[in-house]
């Protein structure tokens, strides 16, 4: 079946680091990939998405590219901000037939001035 | 547009109470899910509804009934509440058929504790 599996948190990084939240992915076909975040209290909402192989998804300074060889799509900040303290998801949507998204555990990020 | 909306935001139930969460939606979409969300677990299917009139199990529908009153709404009813159902619960919705690279729209949950 089809499932993703991210990096364990939590991740404290210092302000102006470099993060790298790691997700593989197994699934049948292609799926389209995405990352959510989840603020403090708050539902989820996207991030990025990608729908093919070598697409990168880009939003708020956080990228990820859709690796098909490596079923990876982990994604990367080079400078954190306290603001970005959050929990990150990592999902994927099959492309054929209307199917939910299927979600990892979450990442808990915490950024410190 | 207000998004999706769920009521209500907090509630405390006593084992074997009984209660129904509210979803709706106002983007005119087609689809609707109901998760729960637990610590560690990330966030778990527990029914889905692909269009008006239909629904189907998820990953975790043991314990729960759903009904797809209207294109708008998507309901979450727990008939005897028991303390593994304490989580926060969260409706989402997404926009036409056979498309995965749309994006789910979430609401901001529910908060459910069961005593």
């Known amino acids: 079946g089809n499932s993703v599996t991210q990096m364990e948190g939590p991740v404290t990084l210092s302000e102006e680091a470099f993060l790298t939240i790691n997700c593989t992915y197994t699934a049948t076909g292609y799926p389209s990939l995405f990352w959510y975040v989840q603020y403090p209290g708050e539902g989820l909402q996207l991030l990025l998405k990608a729908t093919k192989a070598d697409d990168k998804g880009s939003n708020k300074g956080f990228e990820a590219t859709y690796r098909k060889e490596t079923t990876s799509f982990h994604l990367e900040k080079g400078s954190v901000q306290v603001s970005d303290s959050a929990v990150y998801f990592c999902?994927?949507?099959?492309?054929?037939?209307?199917?939910?998204?299927?979600f990892g555990k979450g990442t808990r990020l915490s950024v410190i001035a | 547009n207000a998004g999706v909306t769920q009521t209500p935001k907090f509630q405390v139930l006593k084992t074997g109470q009984s209660m129904t969460l509210q979803c709706a939606q106002d983007?005119?979409?087609?689809?609707m899910y109901w998760y729960r969300q637990d610590p560690g677990m990330g966030l778990r299917l527990i029914y889905y509804?692909?269009?008006?009139?239909?629904?189907d199990k998820g990953e975790v529908p043991n314990g729960y009934n759903v009904s797809r009153l209207n294109k708008r709404e998507f309901s979450l009813r727990l008939e005897s509440a028991a303390p593994s159902q304490t989580s926060v619960y969260f409706c989402?919705?997404?926009?036409?058929?056979?498309?995965?690279?749309?994006?789910?729209?979430f609401g901001p949950g529910t908060r459910l504790t069961v005593l």
């Open positions: 989402a919705s997404s926009e036409m058929q056979g498309l995965g690279h749309n994006e789910q729209f």
């Open positions: 999902a994927l949507r099959r492309n054929s037939g209307n199917t939910p998204l299927v």
């Open positions: 509804s692909a269009s008006e009139g239909t629904t």
């Open positions: 983007m005119n979409h087609n689809s």
